[in-house]
């Protein structure tokens, strides 16, 4: 008997009181005295049922010096800890409390920006997730900042894939520039270098299983950007 995959979406998120749309990117603005910036977010259960929800810290782009840390079900874990060990149970159309989760990042005196994104999934069903990127962007004076990497590529296309997914890409510095895919686990799934400086990447993923992967893009080592697609047949 074959194993059927659901695509539907449990789980949903609220930032400042307002439900955000899943894969959103936030501008979380502070300024580097060495105070810690906590960013909070609420998860929705939209679901019949009730869910044993994990969190996975994804660390795109971090700036030197910095450190970053979460909690999540009553519990604050290090920053070598990328996948929470306990869930929290949230029944069906439930919304959790201020507070339940909180991503905290260290500036110290570094002024800059840093992309760290947060995955909430099921975790009798990983491919049951929500995400969002928060870049941390600090500033010695709490001004906006608009530093950016040196590099720009598009939301994968199509998404859903089935057979390929396509990604549009402009750097404007050389460099070791790979695409890194993984798993929603965590597996590197495949590696692609990039050898022009703009173009389009196409990914056959014809020999992918169904169900959700991370994209990242690395150049010298640095992991800049990440985002997710889905493989459905």
């Not at 019949?48 to 810290?57: A, C, E, F, Q, Y």
């Not at 909430?120 to 906006?144: A, E, P, R, Y």
């Not at 199509?158 to 460099?175: I, T």
């Amino acid at each position: 008997m074959g194993v059927s995959i659901s695509f539907g979406q449990s789980l949903s998120l609220i930032y400042e009181g307002n439900p955000i749309p899943a894969n959103q990117e936030i501008i979380f603005e502070g300024i580097a005295n060495g105070n810690v910036m906590v960013f909070e977010v609420q998860v929705t259960n939209n679901s019949t049922n009730s869910l044993d929800v994990l969190v996975k810290k994804v660390e795109n782009y971090l700036l030197e010096g910095t450190v970053n840390t979460f909690c999540w079900a009553g519990q604050c874990y290090g920053p070598d800890t990328y996948v929470s060990p306990n869930s929290e149970t949230i029944e069906a159309g439930e919304t959790t409390p201020p507070g339940a989760f909180s991503g905290d990042y260290n500036p110290g005196t570094i002024i800059g920006q840093s992309s760290i994104s947060y995955v909430f999934f099921d975790q009798n069903n990983v491919n049951d997730s929500v995400m969002v990127t928060v870049l941390f962007t600090c500033n010695t004076t709490g001004i906006k900042t608009n530093n950016k990497p040196e590099y720009s590529i598009s939301e994968p296309y199509p998404n859903p894939a089935s057979q390929f997914v396509k990604f549009d890409f402009d750097l404007m510095k050389e460099g070791n520039v790979t695409l890194k895919i993984y798993s929603l686990v965590g597996s590197l799934v495949e590696e692609i270098k990039i050898i022009e400086n703009s173009g389009t990447i196409q990914v056959d993923t014809d020999k992918y299983q169904e169900g959700f992967y991370f994209y990242t893009l690395t150049i010298e080592g640095k992991d800049l950007t990440t985002g997710k697609f889905i493989v459905n047949r």
